[in-house]
């Protein structure tokens, strides 16, 4: 196994949070499975982090802090690292989605990252086949963190009905999954409305598509095709979305129906289903 001394802390932030790991543990005398049992870990998770096998996540991250004394190092610098497990061409996305005042968004297949559970995350991530489905999923729930903020985004997304029927996940998955955008339609920062089948053809069948505004900086349109992501601030793009999407919010469920309907769904279609009767034995 590499020896965290090899690696270069400029490297990476991952690079950078195990080096400062072996740096504090050993300036407090600790040997690896000594920390562990502090931190109620082994000493062998402790290992893999400094040795960049393992990402650390946030709870770790504040246990280090905690036991070592460091003044929050750790819990400042895992969302550099988690934010590095993003896909290249998606880390300005999250970068410029952290920093936005207002976001809103049409969903034509899935349910908005920012709004997902993190097993409804982890079933839509490990479609892509990656080598650290973990370090997905975690980056994903720390780009959440910007809803528990004092003063979040205004959050509105336009969800598909479709997306409400598709089935990511499993029955269980996807009943947590609506089960928690009916709790965050009491987020005052956060609206749900459902664009219905029955509004039939609408004005973005090309698909989906995210707008985000700042307090100092020029709107935002972001864009996915199958392989990267797409940012521009082009006025004529962004006159063309702002358009596409009040006519998006027009033909939507009002936020209340939307919610009525997101009910209707997870009990109709994700209730709880009664077991099958045992056969009496002869």
């Not at 001394?5 to 400029?10: G, Y």
């Not at 896909?87 to 920012?114: D, I, K, N």
């Amino acid at each position: 196994m590499a020896n965290i001394q090899t690696l270069d802390p400029s490297a990476s932030p991952l690079d950078y949070y195990g080096w400062e790991l072996r740096r504090q543990r050993e300036a407090h005398g600790l040997k690896q499975g000594q920390l562990g049992e502090i931190i109620f870990c082994t000493g062998s998770l402790i290992c893999q982090i400094e040795t960049t096998k393992k990402i650390p996540t946030r709870d770790f991250s504040e246990r280090v802090d905690a036991a070592l004394g460091t003044d929050g190092t750790f819990s400042r610098l895992i969302g550099l690292v988690l934010r590095s497990q993003l896909p290249s061409w998606f880390q300005p996305h999250a970068e410029m989605e952290a920093r936005a005042t207002y976001l809103s968004t049409y969903q034509a297949q899935l349910v908005y990252g920012l709004l997902q559970t993190k097993e409804y995350a982890r079933a839509v991530l490990a479609t892509g086949m990656p080598d650290d489905l973990d370090g997905l999923v975690a980056a994903r729930m720390e780009r959440q963190r910007i809803l528990e903020r004092e003063h979040p985004p205004l959050t509105w997304a336009v969800l598909d009905e479709a997306v409400l029927l598709r089935p990511i996940g499993g029955h269980e998955v996807m009943r947590r999954q609506l089960s928690h955008l009916l709790e965050l339609t009491r987020h005052r920062w956060v609206h749900v409305q459902v664009l219905p089948d029955a509004a039939g053809e609408h004005a973005s069948l090309a698909g989906s598509f995210t707008t985000m505004r700042f307090n100092d900086d020029p709107d935002v349109v972001y864009t996915e095709d199958l392989i990267s992501g797409h940012m521009t601030a082009n006025p004529e793009t962004l006159r063309e979305a702002s358009l596409r999407y009040a006519r998006l919010q027009a033909a939507a469920l009002s936020v209340e129906e939307s919610a009525a309907l997101i009910a209707r769904v997870m009990e109709e279609r994700y209730g709880e289903r009664p077991q099958p009767e045992e056969r009496a034995v002869a």
